[in-house]
């Protein structure tokens, strides 16, 4: 009786989303025409293209992808289409970004030598550009291969002698090459290091992963990479007393460049809004093949903008009024650089759009994510995702079924699946996390498959990619972007519709996550999501004023979920070091740890403690969350208990020390500073 009575007041009667005929934020004409015109298949051509550019932040490879997409970008009518260019020689710095020089490989070939049989060759960048590790550099040597086990600790080594020898290593190549080749003076690493750690590990040993080498080494190497299966083949042989010998060759380094990050605009109509921009945003730069990580999220936004620019030409969908801006950078360094230099600009951006690894088809595994932004950045935006993301779950299942769903969306190239698309709370490691850091707090959404058995591997083909999830993916973003385009204050009450529909269902979850947690941590959690959902409510203020309905609605709302979830306590008054508060150094933008690089790590002292909340195991998250979070939530007025309390929530409890530790860390590298004393 309460719960229905309670479903009453949150939908004032209106029903569930996905009973009512006509959808809620895009009216059925404007969806039929965005189902009609988006092509997986359109999409697919254009991946089969990336595909075959090995494109690493600054290289030809990267460049020739980068021109492909803009030439694609001009012929479908976008507007200001430009590849901007920001120096990056190892020196500059983009916030907390040190620009990484462009790496360009001219020749790299792996040989066994064999006096009785002849040589053999084992990798050539040529035909398969991932067998050499980024950041390779150049170098000439037939050595002796040793095989070292891990090759990241001390024990690896012992009684083994590695100086002027190539080594065998499990590890990543940048975790191994400071012992072996700093310390023991190897010449030269060959890797096997196996994927990410998922379901499927392991199982194909056929897979060669892409390597990496530390861009800011101390002394210069290559390594190449092998599969588990090569790999084995000479341990065994090691084993036996066999002595193997390889000719490694390389022409390759890292030279002063560029950055180079393709944009285009569909400029929005309306003369007070154009100047806001919508960014659909994924990242370029990967090792050949890469489809699905990232050549499909550099396809679909292309394709999204494709669609929505003829639409608007042919009348079928009225012009956006504020701006949809299209970005194509290298991963994570490429945003920040681009966020950095633009300055006060960067306040037109309203929302971002990213996609990152959106087709994998079946063969691949993978579960296709929307994903929320992070906590400390409430947002509705996230809320519009998962509507249209239901929609097209709804309309996928029916016609798997067997029924007749308003919307086909299937490509006549793809299959026919249900598209199930899990919507979850904030995962990091992609550009997403970028726009919404508190440098710059852009509310974003993240949509993205996970697990993937092929990323980061010469597995990663075209022909794993399904042009069926391309269009839907395609879908979602364009449905997302163009109603997050037009809005203004006659959507509040639709807006306000899904807003509430969603908090229900997160309310399902805190009724999960509260029974993992007891007393005063169980009231924090219980305050907190409350006022997650106030920030989610008051978060339309970004596109549109609230007017008295709405913010009467949602103090009902509010109400509402006070009744369902229990009472609600104040928290504990704060003093001594809970009591001071921090705010950011205007000058320093960024998370502490961006892509190859982590801007704590080179400024705190080596030999200082680190602080305890970097290594912390947490019930629903861990070290790098915490400190993320806790970082993003330094604002000049939040204390240092308003901060525990609310990380707390997120992510398990942790103490006050912890989060002090941690923010005096920062102060002492100048990235916060205190406003008050305890």
């Not at 509705?380 to 249209?388: G, R």
């Not at 690089?597 to 998250?621: K, N, S, V």
């Amino acid at each position: 009786m309460r719960i229905r009575g309670l479903i009453g007041v949150l939908f004032g009667g209106a029903g569930c989303l996905m009973a009512q005929a006509q959808p809620l934020l895009l009216d059925n004409a404007t969806l039929h025409a965005l189902s009609e015109e988006i092509s997986g298949a359109t999409a697919k051509r254009n991946l089969e293209f990336i595909a075959t550019q090995h494109r690493m932040r600054g290289s030809q490879g990267f460049a020739a992808a980068a021109q492909h997409l803009a030439e694609q970008a001009e012929s479908y009518g976008l507007q200001q289409v430009t590849i901007e260019q920001y120096p990056a020689d190892g020196k500059i710095f983009y916030g907390t970004q040190r620009s990484r020089p462009p790496w360009d490989v001219e020749f790299a070939e792996l040989w066994e030598l064999n006096d009785n049989v002849g040589s053999t060759r084992i990798a050539s960048w040529q035909t398969m550009p991932v067998r050499l590790a980024q950041d390779s550099e150049s170098g000439q040597v037939e050595a002796e291969l040793i095989d070292v086990g891990n090759g990241t600790s001390e024990a690896d080594y012992a009684g083994k002698d590695v100086r002027g020898k190539l080594v065998l290593v499990a590890a990543q190549p940048g975790a191994a090459a400071p012992l072996a080749i700093d310390t023991y003076g190897a010449v030269g690493l060959i890797s096997y290091a196996q994927n990410q750690r998922t379901g499927w590990w392991k199982e194909n040993e056929n897979l060669v992963r892409w390597g990496h080498l530390n861009t800011f080494a101390d002394t210069p190497s290559f390594a190449f990479m092998v599969s588990l299966k090569e790999a084995r083949t000479f341990q065994a042989r090691l084993a036996s007393g066999e002595t193997i010998r390889l000719k490694a060759e390389v022409k390759a380094g890292k030279h002063p460049g560029n950055y180079q990050v393709l944009s285009a605009l569909i400029r929005g109509q309306d003369e007070t809004l154009n100047e806001e921009e919508i960014v659909y945003s994924c990242h370029l730069d990967h090792q050949r093949p890469g489809a699905n990580d990232n050549a499909s999220g550099c396809a679909t936004i292309l394709e999204v903008a494709r669609s929505l620019s003829k639409l608007i030409s042919e009348g079928k969908i009225k012009p956006p009024k504020r701006s949809l801006r299209f970005v194509w950078p290298p991963e994570i360094e490429g945003t920040l650089t681009r966020l950095v230099s633009e300055g006060d600009n960067v306040k037109r951006i309203k929302a971002a759009i990213h996609l990152d690894m959106v087709g994998g088809g079946p063969n691949t595994k993978a579960t296709f994510h929307v994903t929320r932004g992070p906590a400390s950045v409430p947002s509705f935006i996230n809320d519009v995702a998962e509507h249209f993301a239901l929609l097209v779950n709804e309309q996928s299942a029916q016609l798997a079924d067997g029924g007749n769903p308003l919307m086909s969306l299937v490509s006549k190239e793809g299959g026919k699946e249900p598209l199930r698309a899990d919507l979850v709370s904030y995962t990091a490691g992609s550009d997403h996390q970028i726009y919404a850091e508190g440098s710059f707090s852009i509310p974003a959404i993240y949509m993205n498959d996970w697990p993937d058995r092929f990323i980061h591997t010469n597995f990663d083909v075209p022909g794993n990619i399904d042009a069926t999830k391309l269009k839907r993916v395609a879908f979602i973003a364009a449905a997302s972007g163009l109603f997050l385009a037009n809005m203004d204050s006659s959507n509040l009450s639709e807006v306000g519709e899904v807003i509430r529909q969603r908090s229900l269902s997160r309310m399902a979850d805190l009724y999960a996550k509260r029974h993992q947690v007891s007393g005063d941590e169980r009231a924090n959690l219980i305050r907190q999501s409350l006022q997650f959902e106030q920030g989610v409510a008051a978060s339309v203020a970004r596109f549109a004023e609230p007017d008295a309905n709405y913010n009467q609605t949602f103090a009902a709302h509010s109400d509402a979920l006070k009744n369902l979830i229990g009472p609600v306590t104040n928290a504990p008054p704060d003093s001594g070091p809970s009591s001071r508060i921090y705010q950011r150094n205007p000058s320093v933008l960024g998370p502490m740890s961006v892509f190859g690089y982590d801007y704590f790590e080179d400024h705190y002292p080596a030999d200082a403690p680190q602080p305890a909340l970097m290594q912390h195991q947490g019930i629903w998250g861990s070290g790098g969350d915490y400190s993320y979070e806790v970082l993003n939530l330094v604002n000049g007025r939040r204390t240092v208990a308003d901060i525990r309390d609310t990380v707390s929530a997120i992510y398990g409890p942790i103490s006050h020390a912890m989060v002090h530790e941690y923010l005096k860390a920062l102060e002492s590298i100048n990235v916060v500073n205190a406003v008050n004393q305890e």
